[in-house]
Every structure is written in C-alpha cells, then in structure tokens.
T-cell receptor
Framework: AQSVTQLDSQVPVFEEAPVELRCNYSSSVSVYLFWYVQYPNQGLQLLLKYLSGSTLVKGINGFEAEFNKSQTSFHLRKPSVHISDTAEYFC????????????FGQGTRLTINP | GAGVSQSPRYKVAKRGQDVALRCDPISGHVSLFWYQQALGQGPEFLTY????????KSGLPSDRFFAERPEGSVSTLKIQRTQQEDSAVYLC??????????????FGPGTRLTVT
C-alpha cells in the first residue's frame, strides 16, 4: 500500500516570490509520482510526473519537482509565482503496474498575495 | 472540447434518496476511474474500469455504492439510500490505455453531491 503526506495544508506567498510545496510518500514498491493542480470548481490538471530517469522533472506553468528516493520526497517548486497560481495542489503516487490508481495527499492550498 | 464531462455538476439529495452520477470519458479511452473527494481532502479511489469490465472496486465504501460501464464508454456511479457522509465531490477520470500504456489520467470537473 502507498500513502502520501503533504506537510503544509496552506502556503501563503507574495507574488513573484519563490515557493516550495512539500510532499513525502511511503511505499513498499517503486512508484510513479505526480503533482496535480485544482482550480476552483474545476477538475484536476496534471502539472508534472516522474516515471524514471532524471530526478528533476519540469512541468507546465514553470513548475518543477525533484524526486529524492532516499528521503522519499517529491517537492514541487516554482522560482517566481503569479496570482494565477492560486489553487489547490495535490501530490499523488501510483504503482507502475496494475490499474495504476492514484493515491493522493491531502492537498496544499497555495495563496498568492499581491 | 473533447475532455471528460460529468453530469450533473451539482446534486442535492435528501437522506435516503438514490442518486446517479454520469461520466462521459474522452472518446476512445479504455480506462475509467471514479474518485471521491471529501471537503478539504484529497481524492480517494473508488473503482476502476477497463472497457466494460470493472477490474477494481476495492475503494467503494459500502454496498450502497454501485458503478457500471455497460458499453465501455459512459459510466454511471449510483448511490442508494444516500447518507450525509456521502456528501463529497465525485470525480471521474479516463486514461487512453489499459494497464501498461500511457498513464496520464484526465479528470472531469466533478459532481458535487450534498446530502441533506
């Protein structure tokens, strides 16, 4: 079984400041890792994913994440945020085989202040 | 637009009523997932279909929950005798391939169910 912990339920930052959203996971098998964003009243949109290879993954909207196997972490970063980045962010894992159903963390609400 | 659509977007049910939630996946997508997202929480897996076959229903919380995808396209999640704890957003996602193929799941906007 897998589990995901997002260490911060809310992160307020000022516009144009850098941000890091933290994610740790637990699994007895190797996993794929994902970050999704959810804007109000919308479905989840994939930001980026790690399947294998380079541990630094670049996604849409200027986001990137780094897989750290020894620390079982997959933190999300952006060097300069915009008002439009205000949303809920979810870290998720799935096993590489089978149905590959997603196991999500509880989410981090990113609020950008002008 | 060829995204995943869900209907209704909002549903209010009185406790004890039955509800049916519909998901139209992206055309041609083999895999379909249902997730339940309680207020302030991350989505939790309910069930998985590959074409018309329900291969995993381990996340369904009780026998009041039933899902079907009879023709391998549209799916319906039915909840019988709704309870207040069923209040949540129900998300549907589809994926182009079955197991072993491209893994990205595309999510619909969800149906917000409120049981009063």
């Amino acid at each position: 079984a897998q589990s995901v912990t997002q260490l911060d339920s809310q992160v307020p930052v000022f516009e144009e400041a850098p941000v890091e959203l933290r994610c740790n996971y637990s699994s007895s098998v190797s996993v794929y890792l994902f970050w999704y964003v959810q804007y109000p009243n919308q479905g989840l949109q994939l930001l980026l994913k790690y399947l294998s290879g380079s541990t630094l993954v670049k996604g849409i909207n200027g986001f990137e994440a780094e897989f750290n196997k020894s620390q079982t972490s997959f933190h999300l970063r952006k060097p300069s945020v915009h008002i439009s980045d205000t949303a809920e962010y979810f870290c998720a894992v799935s096993p590489p085989r089978g149905a590959q159903k997603l196991v999500f963390g509880q989410g981090t609400r990113l609020t950008i202040n002008p | 637009g060829a995204g995943v659509s869900q209907s209704p977007r909002y549903k209010v049910a009185k406790r004890g009523q039955d509800v049916a939630l519909r998901c139209d996946p992206i055309s041609g997508h083999v895999s379909l997932f249902w997730y339940q997202q309680a207020l302030g929480q991350g989505p939790e897996f309910l069930t998985y279909f590959q074409n018309e076959a329900q291969l995993d229903k381990s996340g369904l919380p009780s026998d009041r929950f039933f899902a079907e995808r009879p023709e391998g396209s549209v799916s319906t999640l039915k909840i019988q005798r709704t309870q207040q704890e069923d209040s949540a957003v129900y998300l549907c996602a589809s994926r182009r391939a079955g197991t072993g193929g491209p893994i990205e799941q595309y999510f619909g906007p969800g149906t917000r169910l409120t049981v009063t």
